[in-house]
């Protein structure tokens, strides 16, 4: 039976996808006490990776996009965290959002509500956390955006 954020996602049209496998010589997540500590999601969509560079070739709505992407796989990280049950979930903690930017770029933080939307509007106030936004001059394989989480479960 679908938990309660389950039961949302699917209300919302929304399928997570697999957890990504990590990049290089790093886990996709630290558990650490009742808190799990998500590795760097990339920007990437079901056609592949969202490649870009805020300000030069990809606009604000674009980059948010690729935030809400990146924030996806992060839930998906949990889930596999939790052994499948995003129930365990208490709350989003911090995010830490990359985004790959010309050095005038001066927007990230609305790049990142990307990510910020998705989890309120999928998680409610359990999605509500603190954030960093972040302008890079390059991010791995030349992905829009890249985000890290905390969470806390039980």
Known sequence: MAGTIDARLAELGITLPDAPAPAANYVPYAIVGDMVHVSGQVSQGPDGL???KLGQDM???AGADAA???AMSLLAQVRAACGGDLDRLVRV???TGFVNSTPDFTDQP???NGAS???GE???ETGRHARSAVGVAA???GVAVEIEGIFQIK
Do not use: E, T, Y
Request: charged residues 20%.
């Open 122 to 124: 999928a998680l409610g």
């Open 110 to 112: 609305k790049v990142i």
């Open 117 to 119: 939307d998705f989890m």
């Open 139 to 141: 991010l791995p394989m």
């Open 68 to 70: 809400r992407a990146c």
């Open 59 to 61: 606009d604000v709505a």
């Open 50 to 52: 969202i490649l870009g």
């Open 93 to 95: 903690v911090k995010l």
